[in-house]
């Protein structure tokens, strides 16, 4: 009952919500897949019932605390907020955004457990290097990242690089670097 509740609410929380009626008759088939479709009568009544007795005992558990954090979001304020510290030619070279969204869509498969926060900045400063776009730090002593990043969160950023690095091991063009012309 917890798995089919869970859905239920998950499916509210991401504002894509199902019908409980549907969550209540493809739970019964999976379930019992010999038996006939569920038709309303008191068995129907009874499983709903249980699926929102029990989607209020799973909030309470959580003490009510549902907000999502999508690191979408961040991802997305990054790269606005980098874009204007680099020359539009590069930027659009560098293709950074696209492997930033890629590498945060492949990290959605790790068991991940940083902030979201963390998590956008870590497949964006990977997509960096492995671009090797230079971003200008004039009249700062501060690297762009460092801007995001308080000093006790560097560790778990390393940590999360290291993660995506092993997971993409396979990606030869984040590993090995071509040799490119300086002009």
Known sequence: MFA?????????????????????????????????????G???WSLRDSVLNCELYLLRMIQFDAALDYPQNYLLSYLNSLKPWVLPPQWEKANVSQMAWNLLQDSFHLPVKEASEILALGVLKLAIDASELEISNEGTSIVWWKVEVLNDLLCLLICLLLQLLVCH?????LLIRPNRKKH
């Open 4 to 40: 089919v509740t869970s859905i239920y609410l998950a499916s509210k929380l991401a504002e894509e919500p199902t019908k409980i009626r549907d969550i209540v008759n493809v739970s019964s088939r999976i379930l019992h897949p010999d038996d006939d479709p569920l038709n309303i």
């Open 42 to 44: 008191e068995r129907y």
């Open 169 to 173: 091991e396979h990606y030869h063009f």
